[in-house]
Nanobody
Framework: QVQLVESGGGLVQAGGSLRLSCAAS????????MGWFRQAPGKEREWIAT????????NNADSVKGRFTISRDNAKNTVYLQMNSLKPEDTAAYYC?????????????????WGQGTQVTVSS
C-alpha cells in the first residue's frame, strides 16, 4: 500500500503560480511512476502530467504544456507540480497518483494509488 498526501492548493488570481506537493509513504518511492490528474465539478477526471520512476522522463497534457512542470525528489518521497500562468479554467481538485512501474499512460486505470486531492481555485 502507498499513501499519498497532496498539499499546496489554494486560491490564486489568474496569471499567478502555485506549487503542489504529493508526499508518498512508500520507501520504494523511486520504483513508482507518478502522475497528476485534476477534476472540475461536473467534468471527468483529466490527466495532467506523468513522471517516470527515475525522473528522467516527463509528459504533459497539451492543455498545460509550457505552464505546468512535474518533478520529483526521490530522496524526499515527493512529487511536485509547479503551475505557472494559471487560468480560471485550471480550477479543479488536483490529485496525485502512483503505480509500481517505471512508466504509465494517461489513463486513470494505469495508476493503483491515489491521494485525497487538493483544491486549486483561480479567480479572474
Amino acid at each position: 500500500q502507498v499513501q499519498l498526501v497532496e498539499s499546496g492548493g489554494g486560491l490564486v488570481q489568474a496569471g499567478g503560480s502555485l506549487r503542489l506537493s504529493c508526499a508518498a509513504s512508500k520507501r520504494t518511492f523511486s520504483s513508482y511512476v507518478m502522475g497528476w490528474f485534476r477534476q472540475a465539478p461536473g467534468k471527468e477526471r483529466e490527466w495532467i502530467a506523468t513522471i517516470s520512476s527515475n525522473g528522467d522522463t516527463t509528459n504533459n497534457a497539451d492543455s498545460v504544456k509550457g505552464r505546468f512542470t512535474i518533478s520529483r525528489d526521490n530522496a524526499k518521497n515527493t512529487v511536485y507540480l509547479q503551475m505557472n500562468s494559471l487560468k480560471p479554467e485550471d480550477t479543479a481538485a488536483y490529485y496525485c497518483a502512483a503505480a509500481p512501474k517505471a512508466w504509465a499512460g494517461r489513463g486513470a486505470d494505469d495508476y493503483n494509488y491515489w491521494g485525497q486531492g487538493t483544491q486549486v481555485t483561480v479567480s479572474s
